[in-house]
């Protein structure tokens, strides 16, 4: 069994950056796509980021150009580089990912952003 665990989230203010952290434990010996995707207060969870296997990306329009996804192979770590954050991106932060051929993906438990001054 895969666990997610991620960590990184905090208060900040506008403008500032966070870097969060998603690292995956357990029996492993495939990792294929990862995920970001947050859930604001009031709000559906949405999708945030995406990183295949061999690196490809994609971003959500509101973040492009602002958060960067990232993995690590060797350590089974995905990242987010939140750069220049706006208060319309606090949220519960999550990862999730396919791995080991499932057809389902496994989930972290969150971790949250507040950007405010």
């Known amino acids: 069994q895969v666990q997610l665990v991620e960590s990184g989230g905090g208060l900040v203010q506008p403008g500032g950056s966070l870097r969060l952290t998603c690292a995956a434990s357990?029996?492993?010996?495939?990792?294929?796509?990862m995920r970001w995707h947050r859930q604001a207060p009031g709000k559906e969870r949405e999708l945030v980021a995406h990183?295949?296997?061999?690196?490809?990306?994609t971003y959500a329009d509101s973040v492009k150009g602002r958060f960067t996804i990232s993995r690590d192979n060797a350590k089974n770590t995905v990242y987010l580089q939140m750069n220049s954050l706006k208060s319309e991106d606090t949220a519960v932060y999550y990862c999730?990912?396919?791995?080991?051929?499932?057809?389902?993906?496994?989930w972290g438990q969150g971790t949250q952003v507040i950007v405010s001054s």
């Open positions: 999730n990912g396919f791995f080991n051929g499932d057809g389902w993906p496994t």
């Open positions: 357990g029996r492993i010996s495939r990792v294929d796509e």
């Open positions: 990183i295949s296997t061999i690196g490809t990306t």
